[in-house]
Nanobody
Framework: EVQLVESGGGSVQAGGSLRLSCVAS???????????MAWFREVPGKEREGVAA????????LYADSVKGRFTLSQDNGKNAVHLQLDSLTPEDTGTYYC?????????????????????WGQGTQVTVSS
């Protein structure tokens, strides 16, 4: 059974930082270390928005324009584990953050932050930024 376990999140003031982590386990992730993993976020009444994605086989992270330069997505080498560092947070970053994973990888080892590209999802972790 696939499990995506998220940790981190919480409440901070604007300008603060948080770190989110996600580990994927179960088949196929326990057998294959090279997959796409990503973070999305959602606020009530809005579509789930892609934040960042990375190829765990070794690749450069892709970011949404709204977080570029403030968020950093990294991976643990050889593992389906990723970490999202959230810096310079603003109240607009408030939402439920979801980890996602999928075996499908675009040519050249590219992963995108499109919701339809991911079949496996975590339960979500709340991030609240106060002004």
């Amino acid at each position: 059974e696939v499990q995506l376990v998220e940790s981190g999140g919480g409440s901070v003031q604007a300008g603060g930082s948080l770190r989110l982590s996600c580990v994927a386990s179960g088949y196929p992730y326990s057998n294959y270390a090279a997959n796409c993993m990503a973070w999305f976020r959602e606020v009530p009444g809005k579509e789930r928005e892609g934040v960042a994605a990375i190829y765990t086989g070794g690749g450069t992270a892709l970011y949404a324009d709204s977080v570029k330069g403030r968020f950093t997505l990294s991976q643990d080498n050889g593992k389906n584990a990723v970490h999202l560092q959230l810096d310079s947070l603003t109240p607009e970053d408030t939402g439920t953050y979801y980890c996602a994973a999928d075996r499908w990888v675009a040519s050249g080892g590219r992963c995108y932050i499109a919701r339809e590209d991911y079949n496996d999802w975590g339960q979500g972790t709340q991030v609240t930024v106060s002004s």
